[in-house]
């Protein structure tokens, strides 16, 4: 199902913060079955200088998958129904996501692509 708007080379700002709590690292952490100490323990965080615990690295991604279900929300792009299926995923931080940052994020729509009637849509989140 082709799209009836042309999004590639859109960016889409996320109009909020996310601000990562404590309890939602536990619970990742323990979902992903991510044993880090200082993902799950105040005081093992702190040994490692950190002030608050460390979320696994994996855990951006819900904020990455909030930031596409609100554009396709909220730009008439024609889809009746929104199924995303992950293919490829990569990190780059420049430090550890931890308890009580505020987060912000946008995602640039780098290519539309047709295939076998579905849509392939290659996204950056920063």
Do not use: C
């Not at 702190?46 to 690295?57: D, E, S």
């Not at 819900?62 to 129904?81: C, E, P, S, Y």
């Not at 780098?110 to 849509?119: F, P």
């Amino acid at each position: 199902m082709a799209l009836k708007t042309n999004i590639e080379g859109m960016v889409w700002e996320y109009p909020d913060t996310f601000v990562v709590a404590r309890e939602q690292i536990r619970q990742y952490a323990s979902s992903v079955k991510s044993m880090d100490p200082a993902s799950h323990d105040e005081d093992a965080a702190a040994q490692l200088g950190h002030k608050g615990l460390i979320a696994p690295p994996t855990f951006i991604s819900i904020f990455a998958v909030m930031i596409q279900r609100h554009f396709f929300q909220n730009v008439d792009v024609g889809l009746k129904t929104m199924q995303i299926v992950q293919v490829d995923q990569k990190f780059l931080f420049h430090q550890p996501i931890k308890d009580g940052d505020v987060l912000t994020g946008t995602m640039y729509i780098l290519t539309v692509n047709e295939r076998l009637g579905a849509d392939i849509v290659t996204t950056r989140n920063v």
